[in-house]
């Protein structure tokens, strides 16, 4: 099979594509073709050594979107189903063929292709994790987010709405169109000096919850605009945990994508409610193209590479 991969964990310009031994499925997993694969910041992070235990040679990659070929026992998938699920941390998305274990992939929702479904996988059920299941955010509720035209804030924005809360995004000027027609009621400039003072006038006594997306400065000013006794969510980035005061509580976490979590995910898509903008889909042959553009930062939304 054809994979983009590394012999070295070198960054993304040791990425070629090549051959592969295809892999086999053991018991309860699936022998999927892969028709499109995500790609996400964490791919570009295992390529430059940022995460332990990665033998090479890899392929990164771990979120997909393709049809069985083959499965094993117990693996819950017939050939011909058509799935989406995480390859996460293991990787090995970006390449023809790909194993998925049957407890982290789901039937793909009915109104998404394959495209979009690659793309939602791991950002959208990082915005599920934080928003509901940790965040616990109700109707009514005010939800913060940061870095909201990205893959996890886009998702986080749309979701907040359909669990029927007040959304305020954070995000560049540029930006700004596209996050109120996802459902935002407001949306404010990161690059604005003290821009969480914007974020009380619209919300007096601050937000209930923060579901943090960027991370260092905009992080610590966003924690600025959640009330006091409120709750912020993190993903995991590179600096330093966040310190929580005025009785805020919260975590920083790393989405662990199972196949309860898809199917939630899978019944927004089919209800209209959650929706993923691909900003651009590659050829498998483009993958270090596509990692560029990742590592560059400010995507629309998510970049994905078109398999078969």
Request: glycine share 16%.
């Amino acid at each position: 099979m054809r994979a983009a991969l590394v012999e070295e964990l070198a960054g993304v310009d040791a990425v070629a594509v090549g051959e592969l031994a295809a892999p086999l499925p053991g018991d309860g997993q699936a022998l999927v073709r892969v028709h499109a694969a995500g790609v996400g910041p964490w791919d570009v992070g295992f390529l430059g050594g940022g995460f332990p235990g990665v033998q090479v040679p890899f392929v990164p990659g771990q979120e997909i979107a393709g049809v069985v070929e083959a499965a094993g026992e117990r693996a819950g998938v017939r050939p011909g189903d058509w799935v989406w699920g995480t390859l996460f941390p293991a990787g090995g998305g970006f390449a023809e063929l790909a194993v998925l274990d049957g407890a982290r992939m789901a039937a793909m929702p009915r109104d998404a292709g394959f495209e979009e479904a690659a793309g939602l996988v791991i950002g959208a059920g990082t915005a599920y994790e934080g928003v509901i299941e940790r965040g616990r955010l109700q109707g009514g509720e005010t939800l913060l987010v940061t870095a909201a035209a990205g893959g996890v804030g886009s998702a986080a924005v749309q979701i907040g709405v359909a669990a029927g809360a007040r959304v305020i995004g954070v995000a560049s000027g540029h930006h700004h169109a596209f996050v109120r027609g996802l459902g935002a009621e407001a949306v404010i400039d990161y690059h604005d000096p003290g821009w969480a003072r914007e974020v009380l006038r619209l919300v007096p006594g601050g937000v209930d919850l923060l579901m943090d997306c960027a991370g260092g400065d905009s992080r610590d000013e966003a924690l600025r605009a959640v009330r006091d006794g409120g709750r912020a969510e993190f993903i995991v980035l590179s600096d330093a945990e966040p310190a929580l005061e005025r009785g805020i509580t919260g975590d920083s976490f790393a989405a662990q994508v199972d196949r309860a979590r898809l199917e939630a995910l899978g019944g927004l898509v089919d209800t209209g409610r959650l929706r993923m903008n691909v900003e651009a889909a590659l050829p498998l042959e483009d993958a270090k193209e596509a990692l560029t553009r990742v590592a560059a930062g400010h995507t629309r939304g998510k970049v994905v590479l078109r398999v078969a």
